[in-house]
């Protein structure tokens, strides 16, 4: 109900001044009906716990009717979306409000707003909720509504949101910074007369430079410094003591020093200390950010999947590397290739298994002129593509690190990490308050001086920052020599491993033009129909028997079938033609001596195309890890290479032949039932199960698109010959990490040790913290650029 009061009184919910009228709900008082409606839908939901993380958290609301209005047009709902079908549709959107963790808390809990949003996941560091909703029962519209509601309007720019948002992300902090800095001189200036011990000033001027001096001080606390003091505050409220926590106790105890000193004439205060401690500390805050971004930038613009895609140029078919890609261009999916950007359908059956986008794995029928989204993998014969956007490397990437394919692994680093930042803020108040209370009774200056600068010098962010900007450089590395991962925690991952397991066909072999030494004697119009075929494929040996094969003319495929580990089945031009394992076409077992591919066209045998497999260069190089690690050989085929490859395995025991993808699915899993700690390399093809089951799966690939999003990296297979310098130079990287923890543990156990005897001023100490963070950032840059350079990566 609307009341009428005289009493000046606040929003609950966002914290306003109400107006005379305002609305009144389980005795809370709102400013406006959308605020009153906000706290109705949350505490319907059983939401209110939002309350607890921050007082009047919520902003202030005005009314959304017709301001969305623009978002029921369908031609910009498809701008601005991921990927949408005729039940879910997923979008990704910039919220400049987020700030905190009842942020988090609130915006990743949509759907006890309205069940038809499936989930919201926030990226804090980009400012972004990704949300997947059900498009039949709530618009885009509603769901931008529903944000703006609850206080977290969207930023929607049409023409270039992403770059919008990136130009103006680090903006506030300039400004602050700029504050911070302005203020930090002129108070500096005004304390020459301090410094340098004028006298003759002193009576005069000495007490009005110190008032001016506090006025200087206001906007550096209030304003450059108010994100410390609010963090500090959100996180407390939420009984959790963060790094923030004793920085902006520093920078109470300096201003209420100064404040106290000015006013009873004792002395100059510390306005200068306190300018300049905010002021290094927001640049320190900035180079971190920097740096940040421009890692981001690097992995989500400049470096892309190894992977390609069959581009369509004059009619003629060729391997584009995805960085190539440009809208208009024409592209070729074949059976199990995911789409790398929004398309339009052209030519082709069309099953899009959007498994990898949305979770679910029954495959939707597209017909022509149909936008095919990003992300989708196509089951069934060949389609045609016009590519309507460009690639999007970022998105890829998010969608590989979706929650469906995450595996649970221990990272050792992340748990060292939380465990730094849960115990490292209680430590360092111990020690604050100990060498106050030592101090105390006989030097109060120099109690505070000490309790300030313990306060301040200490940097657990050095300890924090180790980790993460390692993995980062160190991924920056594997990228720029063709070996793209998952996330930084592959890293890790890598450098545990104690057993290798090697897929031959693809993978330690590679086809060539003169790969195939036998041919099955077929007239024109059965070659015709066999390259039909295996061109819906991309399995190595169909794509070897296309170049074979490549003068034949394309006929009509339909009904096509591709069974992993056995073979291809489709009708062409009428005929229904199989092509692959000996059992698959006959039933029976498989005899052959040789690598070999049959054919049987409308259940007649035709003969068979034989292989001469030829090994990857470098090969020499990969089967030396057996003197390191465990190296096994998994195959499909028959045991005819034995002998050939012996002298790169151990024994017999290593290399085992004849296995089914669900074979080497269990195979991984007996490896890991013993202990041990498993990377399979395989062309994420016939063994995606081992892929995604083994502790480190890896794709390779060769100018296809078979990216796996079971895989926890894509390697080009020109780079495979560099694997044993990859896994040293991951165990580099997780040196690294241990020398920048021990460095910064030195930092901190000097710092204190010198800060409690209170000889250590609380600007130096302000100084040295930042100045500890850049050391951090720079040995971790330099030290993987070094390993790198050492193991002759680029």
Same mark, same amino acid.
């Given at each position: 109900?609307?009341?009428?009061?005289?009493?000046?009184?606040?929003?609950?919910?966002?914290?306003?001044?109400?107006?005379?009228?305002?609305?009144?709900?389980?005795?809370?008082?709102?400013?406006?009906?959308?605020?009153?409606?906000?706290?109705?839908?949350?505490?319907?939901?059983?939401?209110?716990?939002?309350?607890?993380?921050?007082?009047?958290?919520?902003?202030?609301?005005?009314?959304?009717?017709?301001?969305?209005?623009?978002?029921?047009?369908?031609?910009?709902?498809?701008?601005?979306?991921?990927?949408?079908?005729?039940?879910?549709?997923?979008?990704?959107?910039?919220?400049?409000?987020?700030?905190?963790?009842?942020?988090?808390?609130?915006?990743?809990?949509?759907?006890?707003?309205?069940?038809?949003?499936?989930?919201?996941?926030?990226?804090?560091?980009?400012?972004?909720?990704?949300?997947?909703?059900?498009?039949?029962?709530?618009?885009?519209?509603?769901?931008?509504?529903?944000?703006?509601?609850?206080?977290?309007?969207?930023?929607?720019?049409?023409?270039?949101?992403?770059?919008?948002?990136?130009?103006?992300?680090?903006?506030?902090?300039?400004?602050?910074?700029?504050?911070?800095?302005?203020?930090?001189?002129?108070?500096?200036?005004?304390?020459?007369?301090?410094?340098?011990?004028?006298?003759?000033?002193?009576?005069?001027?000495?007490?009005?430079?110190?008032?001016?001096?506090?006025?200087?001080?206001?906007?550096?606390?209030?304003?450059?410094?108010?994100?410390? =003091?609010?963090?500090?505050?959100?996180?407390?409220?939420?009984?959790?003591?963060?790094?923030?926590?004793?920085?902006?106790?520093?920078?109470?105890?300096?201003?209420?020093?100064?404040?106290?000193?000015?006013?009873?004439?004792?002395?100059?205060?510390?306005?200068?200390?306190?300018?300049?401690?905010?002021?290094?500390?927001?640049?320190?805050?900035?180079?971190?950010?920097?740096?940040?971004?421009?890692?981001?930038?690097?992995?989500?613009?400049?470096?892309?999947?190894?992977?390609?895609?069959?581009?369509?140029?004059?009619?003629?078919?060729?391997?584009?590397?995805?960085?190539?890609?440009?809208?208009?261009?024409?592209?070729?999916?074949?059976?199990?290739?995911?789409?790398?950007?929004?398309?339009?359908?052209?030519?082709?059956?069309?099953?899009?298994?959007?498994?990898?986008?949305?979770?679910?794995?029954?495959?939707?029928?597209?017909?022509?002129?149909?936008?095919?989204?990003?992300?989708?993998?196509?089951?069934?014969?060949?389609?045609?593509?016009?590519?309507?956007?460009?690639?999007?490397?970022?998105?890829?990437?998010?969608?590989?690190?979706?929650?469906?394919?995450?595996?649970?692994?221990?990272?050792?680093?992340?748990? =060292?990490?939380?465990?730094?930042?849960?115990?490292?803020?209680?430590?360092?108040?111990?020690?604050?308050?100990?060498?106050? &209370?030592?101090?105390?009774?006989?030097?109060?200056?120099?109690?505070?001086?000490?309790?300030?600068?313990?306060?301040?010098?200490?940097?657990?962010?050095?300890?924090?920052?180790?980790?993460?900007?390692?993995?980062?450089?160190?991924?920056?590395? =594997?990228?720029?020599?063709?070996?793209?991962?998952?996330?930084?925690?592959?890293?890790?991952?890598?450098?545990?491993?104690?057993?290798?397991?090697?897929?031959?066909?693809?993978?330690?072999?590679?086809?060539?033009?003169?790969?195939?030494?036998?041919?099955?004697?077929?007239?024109?119009?059965?070659?015709?129909?066999?390259?039909?075929?295996?061109?819906?494929?991309?399995?190595?040996?169909?794509?070897?028997?296309?170049?074979?094969?490549?003068?034949?003319?394309?006929?009509?495929?339909?009904?096509?079938?591709?069974?992993?580990?056995?073979?291809?089945?489709?009708?062409?031009?009428?005929?229904?033609?199989?092509?692959?394992?000996?059992? =698959?076409?006959?039933?029976?077992?498989?005899?052959?001596?040789?690598?070999?591919?049959?054919?049987?066209?409308?259940?007649?045998?035709?003969?068979?195309?034989?292989?001469?497999?030829?090994?990857?260069?470098?090969?020499?190089?990969?089967?030396?890890?057996?003197?390191?690690?465990?190296?096994?050989?998994?195959?499909?085929?028959?045991?005819?290479?034995?002998?050939?490859?012996?002298?790169?395995?151990?024994?017999?025991?290593?290399?085992?032949?004849?296995?089914?993808?669900?074979?080497?699915?269990?195979?991984?899993?007996?490896?890991?039932?013993?202990?041990?700690?498993?990377?399979?390399?395989?062309?994420?093809?016939?063994?995606?199960?081992?892929?995604?089951?083994?502790?480190?799966?890896?794709?390779?690939?060769?100018?296809?698109?078979?990216?796996?999003?079971?895989?926890?990296?894509?390697?080009?297979?020109?780079?495979?010959?560099?694997?044993?310098?990859?896994?040293?130079?991951?165990?580099?990287?997780?040196?690294?990490?241990?020398?920048?923890?021990?460095?910064? &543990?030195?930092?901190?156990?000097?710092?204190?040790?010198?800060?409690?005897?209170?000889?250590?001023?609380?600007?130096?100490?302000?100084?040295?913290?930042?100045?500890?963070?850049?050391?951090?950032?720079?040995?971790?840059?330099?030290?993987?650029?070094?390993?790198?350079?050492?193991?002759?990566?680029?």
């Amino acid at each position: 109900m609307a009341v009428n009061i005289s009493a000046p009184t606040t929003c609950y919910h966002c914290g306003n001044d109400c107006e005379k009228d305002h609305y009144v709900l389980d005795n809370k008082d709102f400013c406006c009906v959308g605020c009153k409606g906000v706290y109705q839908v949350l505490a319907n939901s059983g939401l209110c716990n939002y309350y607890s993380y921050n007082a009047h958290p919520g902003a202030t609301l005005k009314s959304t009717e017709k301001r969305f209005e623009y978002l029921d047009d369908p031609s910009i709902i498809n701008d601005l979306v991921d990927f949408t079908d005729d039940t879910i549709t997923i979008v990704t959107l910039y919220i400049p409000y987020i700030h905190c963790s009842s942020c988090i808390w609130l915006l990743e809990k949509l759907n006890r707003f309205n069940p038809a949003i499936y989930y919201s996941r926030i990226d804090f560091l980009k400012k972004q909720v990704n949300i997947r909703f059900n498009n039949r029962e709530i618009g885009l519209r509603q769901v931008v509504e529903l944000l703006t509601d609850i206080g977290y309007e969207p930023l929607i720019n049409l023409q270039d949101v992403i770059k919008k948002q990136q130009t103006g992300k680090g903006d506030n902090l300039v400004k602050k910074i700029a504050v911070a800095g302005f203020c930090f001189g002129n108070v500096m200036l005004l304390s020459f007369p301090e410094y340098l011990g004028l006298s003759a000033y002193e009576q005069t001027f000495r007490h009005f430079f110190g008032w001016v001096n506090v006025m200087f001080s206001l906007p550096v606390v209030f304003y450059s410094g108010r994100e410390y =003091f609010m963090s500090a505050y959100k996180n407390l409220r939420n009984r959790v003591l963060n790094i923030d926590f004793p920085l902006a106790l520093g920078i109470a105890v300096l201003f209420l020093r100064t404040l106290a000193e000015v006013f009873t004439h004792s002395g100059a205060g510390f306005a200068d200390t306190l300018c300049g401690l905010v002021f290094f500390l927001l640049v320190g805050k900035f180079v971190q950010q920097k740096t940040y971004y421009h890692i981001s930038f690097e992995r989500d613009y400049r470096s892309f999947f190894p992977v390609a895609v069959q581009a369509i140029e004059n009619g003629v078919e060729k391997p584009l590397p995805l960085s190539e890609l440009n809208v208009g261009q024409r592209i070729r999916i074949r059976n199990n290739e995911i789409i790398p950007a929004d398309a339009i359908l052209l030519k082709g059956d069309a099953r899009i298994d959007f498994s990898f986008v949305t979770g679910e794995s029954v495959p939707v029928k597209k017909v022509w002129g149909e936008v095919v989204y990003a992300g989708g993998r196509q089951t069934g014969e060949a389609i045609e593509l016009e590519v309507i956007k460009p690639v999007s490397q970022s998105y890829l990437t998010r969608l590989w690190n979706n929650e469906a394919f995450t595996r649970v692994q221990d990272n050792r680093m992340q748990t =060292f990490n939380q465990k730094v930042s849960r115990y490292f803020t209680i430590v360092l108040l111990v020690i604050a308050f100990g060498s106050l &209370l030592f101090w105390l009774p006989g030097d109060v200056y120099l109690a505070f001086s000490a309790f300030t600068a313990v306060l301040i010098v200490a940097c657990p962010c050095a300890l924090a920052l180790s980790t993460p900007f390692t993995m980062s450089a160190a991924l920056g590395v =594997f990228d720029r020599n063709f070996f793209y991962l998952k996330n930084a925690a592959v890293v890790e991952q890598m450098a545990a491993i104690d057993t290798i397991v090697l897929d031959k066909t693809g993978t330690i072999t590679v086809g060539g033009e003169n790969g195939i030494s036998k041919k099955a004697l077929l007239d024109n119009y059965q070659q015709q129909l066999v390259y039909s075929i295996c061109r819906n494929s991309a399995h190595p040996l169909s794509v070897q028997i296309c170049n074979y094969l490549h003068s034949s003319k394309q006929l009509p495929v339909t009904d096509y079938l591709e069974l992993a580990g056995k073979g291809i089945c489709a009708t062409v031009d009428g005929h229904l033609v199989k092509v692959g394992s000996q059992s =698959f076409l006959t039933g029976g077992a498989n005899i052959a001596a040789a690598t070999e591919v049959h054919v049987m066209i409308d259940e007649t045998y035709a003969g068979y195309f034989g292989f001469t497999n030829k090994y990857r260069d470098g090969l020499e190089a990969i089967t030396k890890l057996g003197t390191d690690y465990k190296l096994y050989l998994l195959s499909g085929d028959q045991d005819h290479e034995r002998e050939a490859l012996r002298p790169y395995f151990k024994d017999d025991g290593y290399m085992l032949f004849n296995r089914s993808p669900q074979q080497k699915l269990d195979f991984v899993k007996s490896l890991q039932l013993a202990g041990k700690k498993v990377m399979m390399i395989g062309d994420g093809l016939n063994d995606s199960g081992a892929l995604k089951q083994s502790d480190l799966g890896i794709a390779i690939t060769d100018n296809v698109n078979n990216f796996s999003p079971g895989s926890d990296a894509i390697l080009d297979g020109r780079s495979l010959k560099l694997l044993p310098v990859f896994l040293k130079f991951s165990r580099d990287s997780i040196t690294i990490i241990y020398i920048s923890f021990c460095i910064s &543990l030195c930092y901190n156990l000097f710092g204190l040790s010198y800060a409690v005897t209170g000889n250590l001023s609380p600007l130096l100490a302000a100084i040295l913290m930042p100045l500890s963070t850049a050391t951090i950032i720079s040995f971790t840059s330099i030290a993987a650029h070094l390993a790198a350079k050492k193991r002759k990566l680029r």
